[in-house]
Structure formats: structure tokens, C-alpha cells
């Protein structure tokens, strides 16, 4: 069916009706008997309802904006860090005015005072919220056990930080009985000690110290100066070993102190080791093997009595 040049041009007439007025514009060409249509160059031939409609948006700065709300959060934290830090100093400044036994009754008042406010908690009723929290003459013994515990500990630390420096001095959980980065091995009463570093920077060499346990007084037992493999491994680090066959029988705590060129210590790791006594690691072997032959007899009795597992 051929159509008219009129009805033609009805009908592009008619479809424009589905386009956005000033976005669009149609061609109409006739040849001869057949009249058609073109969309102009660059125009969408789909009508505007069925077009993918894309929003442009604006170029934001989100990552920055990101990255300095994480620095500023960041930030705070070591504020508060400092704080914190700041505080704590200031409080042991208050508390070394005081002897051990004027510092244990200052912690034990301020304690009771706490146990006091929680105690004091009424409803509207009177009735008491914690009526437990209240003191008696036991709980303030314990109190004062237990705080005196505390500020024993709190000077003790504060006397061992005193001969310490290094890694040691910024890391408290390198302290002794930790072990931190001083590993250990008791092989037939000697003990072998070994550490690592990651880099070393003006490094001489290493020293490594004992002290009986219990005991202040550290003393040198060898030192790169005369031992080779002490000394320094290069600015890459690596791995260090040194045999102990010099030590009797008990609890002995190793330091590992690294020396610079310019002569100056930095004590680098520690730990606590407990050599045993011949007669020690034989009954530590006995009770060993009685516990393994103890497990097998009773899954042997168990097997025996219920041959079916209880099926």
C-alpha cells in the first residue's frame, strides 16, 4: 500500500506529537510516488518517553574529603593518647610524694569512696539499686590487699624502667617473663638464645647479659668485642644464636643489648628462663610418660568394657 504525500506528512506530524518539542526536528523528502522520513543529523529516532535519560554528575572532591576526615581522626586519637599519656605521668608525680604506706591508704580511700556512690543509689521507692556494694570490714581488707598490691607493682615497674632503655623502655611487654623477640631453648642444662632484626642502622654488635631471677644486678656473659658472631650483620639485619653452657640450675633472665659505633647501649629484648635440674627433667619425663600411658590404658579399658562403641 503506497501512501499519500498528505497522510505522509499527517503522520510525521502525528509522531512528533511523542518528542520533546524544541529537542527534535524531522526531514520529509518526496520522490516520485514515495515520500520519506529522516530524523536530522545527530537526532535520537527513538521518542522521547523511551530515551535513556543520564544525569551528569558534578565532580565531587569525596576522596580527599575522605582521606582528611581519616587524618583528623587520626589525629585525635594521638591527642587523646597524649592525654591520657600527660595524666598518668602526673599521677604517679602525685603518688611518689608519698610512702608506700600513705600511697596504699590514698588508693584505698578513693576506692571506697566509689563503692560509697554506687552503694547510695536509691529508687524512688528508697529502696537501694546495689545494696551488695555496701563495705564491710572484710571487703575493706580485701580493698586494701589488693591495693597494696597494686602500688608494689607500680613501683616495681617504675625501678626496673629505670635501668632499662631501648625497645625495652618503649615496649612494656617486653619486659621479663614476656619473652618478647628473645626466643629460647633449654638443651641438656645449656641454654640457647636467639633474636632478629629486621635492619640495623650504625650497628656494632650485639651483648648479651644475665641476672639470677629476682635479682637487679645484670652482668655480662658475652659481647661482640670478643665473639664474632655478635657482631653486626649489615644494614639488612638477620638472625643471631649464642649458646649458654655456664648456667647452673634455677630461674635466669637473658637481655640481648645492641651497641652502636658510637659506644652507646640499647637494650633490645629479654626473657625469663627456668633450668631445670637433672633430677628435675627426669621426673618432668616420668610424669610425661605416665600421662601418655595413663590416656592409652583408658581408651584400651573403654574399648574393652563397650567393644561396640554403645551401638
Not at 585525635?76 to 610512702?99: F, H, P
Not at 529508687?123 to 539499686?129: C, F, P, R
Amino acid at each position: 500500500m503506497k501512501l499519500s504525500a498528505a497522510a505522509t506528512l499527517a503522520f510525521a506530524a502525528s509522531a512528533s506529537a511523542f518528542t520533546a518539542p524544541a529537542a527534535r526536528s524531522a526531514i520529509v523528502s518526496q520522490k516520485g510516488n514515495i515520500v520519506s522520513l529522516k530524523m536530522a543529523d545527530g537526532e535520537n529516532p527513538l521518542p522521547f518517553f523511551a530515551q535513556q535519560t543520564t544525569e551528569e554528575k558534578p565532580a565531587t572532591e569525596a576522596a580527599p574529603a575522605e582521606a582528611s576526615a581519616g587524618a583528623e581522626a587520626a589525629n585525635a586519637v594521638i591527642a587523646d593518647a597524649a592525654k591520657d599519656s600527660a595524666k598518668a605521668a602526673a599521677r604517679d608525680a602525685e603518688l611518689n610524694k608519698l610512702t608506700v604506706e600513705e600511697e596504699v591508704e590514698t588508693l584505698v580511700q578513693e576506692e571506697m569512696k566509689k563503692n560509697k556512690r554506687m552503694s547510695n543509689l536509691r529508687n524512688s521507692a528508697g529502696v537501694d539499686y546495689a545494696p551488695w556494694m555496701n563495705i564491710s570490714e572484710e571487703d575493706e581488707e580485701g580493698i586494701r590487699q589488693l591495693m597494696k598490691e597494686k602500688t608494689e607493682a607500680r613501683r616495681k615497674r617504675q625501678e626496673e624502667e629505670k635501668s632499662v632503655s631501648g625497645n625495652l623502655y618503649l615496649d612494656s611487654q617486653a619486659q621479663e617473663l614476656s619473652g618478647t623477640g628473645l626466643n629460647y631453648k633449654v638443651i641438656g642444662g645449656e641454654v640457647e638464645l636467639e633474636w632478629a632484626t629486621k635492619s640495623e642502622s650504625g650497628t656494632k654488635g650485639f651483648i648479651v647479659k644475665r641476672r639470677p631471677a629476682k635479682t637487679e644486678e645484670f652482668s655480662v656473659i658475652a659481647s661482640y668485642a670478643d665473639w664474632g658472631p655478635l657482631q653486626s650483620k649489615g644494614a639488612d639485619g638477620g638472625v643471631y644464636r649464642y649458646l649458654d653452657d655456664t648456667a647452673s640450675p634455677g630461674g635466669w633472665v637473658y637481655r640481648i643489648s645492641e651497641c652502636d659505633n658510637a659506644g652507646s647501649e640499647a637494650d633490645l629484648c629479654q626473657c625469663l628462663v627456668d633450668v631445670q635440674t637433672e633430677d628435675e627433667q627426669r621426673a618432668a619425663i616420668i610424669a610425661a610418660v605416665g600421662f601418655v600411658a595413663f590416656g592409652v590404658i583408658a581408651v584400651v579399658a573403654g574399648l574393652t568394657l563397650d567393644p561396640l562403641g554403645g551401638v
